[in-house]
């Protein structure tokens, strides 16, 4: 079961969008609309910011967005602000009872 | 209000057995449609989910369990109801072990839920 690929690190600019990557095979990010997405901040407890690909828990800003398509699912992050530089993973149902998450993406705010 | 606390050492012996314990407060660990994982992070690195476990009515009080294929033979989750605890017992340990381990409840199908704040087990002789 091998970690999903997400890119090391993504960078903006305040106010521009950006979007991170998590793709994975058709035994996991493919085969379930069970994908989420958690923030962290260093030191902290990681927080889910999107759930069941597109779905953001009450009180998450609504600048997260999330998608799918095929084995890559997406965060997207618009209106980039200085408190969304965190580190940033996916996570993906792959049938019995099991997960794997991406190997996490470092924001920078420029 | 739904809180989950980790507790155990923080130092482990290499070869030695790593033994944690989850504390949940606020709700009963025998709800149903909730499971109960354990996920760790080394430090500087990712999220690993270790396994889940949650209550079934008719089965065995200590739960029902799933793992990751690379620590299933090291890996033990299991509930203590009358105490409202989940605990993890990882065998074998060596310097990799070493992580900040997090206790979470969670619905099926995603990690999503309540988090722990995490409790840091260093493995060293």
């Known amino acids: 079961q091998s970690a999903l690929t997400q890119p090391a690190s993504v960078s903006g600019s305040p106010g521009q969008s950006i979007t991170i990557s998590c793709t994975g095979t058709?035994?996991?990010?493919?085969?379930?609309?069970?994908v989420s997405w958690f923030q962290q901040y260093p030191g902290k407890a990681p927080k889910v910011v999107i759930y069941?690909?597109?779905k953001r828990p009450s009180g998450v800003s609504n600048r997260f967005s999330g998608s799918k398509s095929g084995n890559t699912a997406s965060l997207t992050i618009s209106g980039l602000q200085a408190d969304d530089e965190a580190d940033y993973f996916c996570?993906?149902?792959?049938?019995?009872?099991?997960?794997?998450f991406g190997t996490g993406t470092k924001v920078t705010v420029l | 209000q739904l809180q989950l606390q980790e507790s155990g050492p923080g130092l482990v012996k290499p070869s030695e057995t790593l033994s944690l314990t989850c504390t949940v407060s606020g709700v009963s660990i025998t709800m149903s449609g909730y499971y109960y994982a354990w996920i760790r992070q080394a430090p500087g690195e990712g999220l690993e989910w270790i396994g889940s476990v949650s209550y079934r009515r008719g089965t065995s009080s200590r739960g029902i369990t799933s793992y990751t294929p690379s620590l299933k033979s090291r890996a033990t989750i299991s509930l203590d109801t009358s105490k409202n605890q989940v605990s993890l017992k990882l065998g074998s340990v060596s310097d990799a072990d070493t992580a900040v381990y997090f206790c979470?409840?969670?619905?099926?199908?995603?990690?999503?839920?309540?988090w722990g704040q995490g409790t840091l087990v260093a493995v060293s002789s």
């Open positions: 058709s035994s996991d990010v493919g085969s379930y609309n069970l």
């Open positions: 979470v409840r969670h619905p099926r199908g995603g990690l999503e839920g309540s």
């Open positions: 069941e690909v597109t």
């Open positions: 996570c993906s149902f792959t049938g019995s009872d099991s997960y794997v």
